[in-house]
T-cell receptor, first 114, second 113 residues
Framework: DTEVTQTPKHLVMGMTNKKSLKCEQH?????MYWYKQKAKKPPELMFVYSYEKLSINESVPSRFSPECPNSSLLNLHLHALQPEDSALYLC?????????????FGSGTRLTVV | DAKTTQPTSMDCAEGRAANLPCNHSTISGNEYVYWYRQIHSQGPQYIIHGLKNNETNEMASLIITEDRKSSTLILPHATLRDTAVYYCIVRVAGGTSYGKLTFGQGTILTVHP
């Protein structure tokens, strides 16, 4: 299995809702990442996990809450989002932290906040 | 990490070589050059990386100038499926950017029939 699987592919949520994005990989990678991508812009790093521990938080608002329950799974919990948070959310993994090659990205969750 | 400059867009005819330039004039000795691409509605895909020697794999070739201030990604026989945004990223494997892969604006490559 050489894929990163993200669910759901599309999500529409209200500003008072709580939802979660899920990311799964079975490549034995020990580093996992969340990126946010607005239309016609490059992906922006949000969080980095290494061996299930949060390594980097790029000053992301607390309405985004990441969780890494095990080495294969990464979640992003969403609460009280704003319309400007609408974007494509990408998950990625790499064998270990620090290498720049070999990142495997999922196809993303397209989130719309109404 | 060193800043990179790429053309905003490029065109290429199908079957011809696509040569995508990247300028990284402030690159330091321990920084690698990485290339990723993002096809519409997909996540980015790793293509190739190098330090100072030219590199080739099944997808592309990477040519790095001797002074390492610029590089060129070569897709030898472009197909319509190579239409994508191509990102050139320069970073050091460790240090303060440890764990960060930061994308610039990239080059939109359009391959025409």
């Amino acid at each position: 299995d050489t894929e990163v699987t993200q669910t759901p592919k599309h999500l529409v949520m209200g500003m008072t809702n709580k939802k979660s994005l899920k990311c799964e990989q079975h490549m034995g990678h020990r580093a996992m990442y969340w990126y946010k991508q607005k239309a016609k812009k490059p992906p922006e790093l949000m969080f980095v996990y290494s061996y299930e521990k949060l390594s980097i938080n790029e000053s992301v608002p607390s309405r985004f809450s990441p969780e890494c329950p095990n080495s294969s799974l990464l979640n992003l919990h969403l609460h009280a989002l704003q319309p400007e948070d609408s974007a494509l959310y990408l998950c990625a993994s790499s064998q270990v932290l620090g290498e720049g090659y070999g990142y495997t990205f999922g196809s993303g969750t397209r989130l719309t906040v109404v | 990490d060193a800043k990179t400059t790429q053309p905003t867009s490029m065109d290429c005819a199908e079957g011809r070589a696509a040569n995508l330039p990247c300028n990284h004039s402030t690159i330091s000795g321990n920084e690698y050059v990485y290339w990723y691409r993002q096809i519409h509605s997909q996540g980015p895909q790793y293509i190739i990386h190098g330090l100072k020697n030219n590199e080739t794999n099944e997808m592309a070739s990477l040519i790095i100038t001797e002074d390492r201030k610029s590089s060129t990604l070569i897709l030898p026989h472009a197909t319509l499926r190579d239409t994508a945004v191509y990102y050139c990223i320069v970073r050091v494997a460790g240090g303060t950017s440890y764990g960060k892969l930061t994308f610039g604006q990239g080059t939109i490559l359009t391959v025409h029939p």
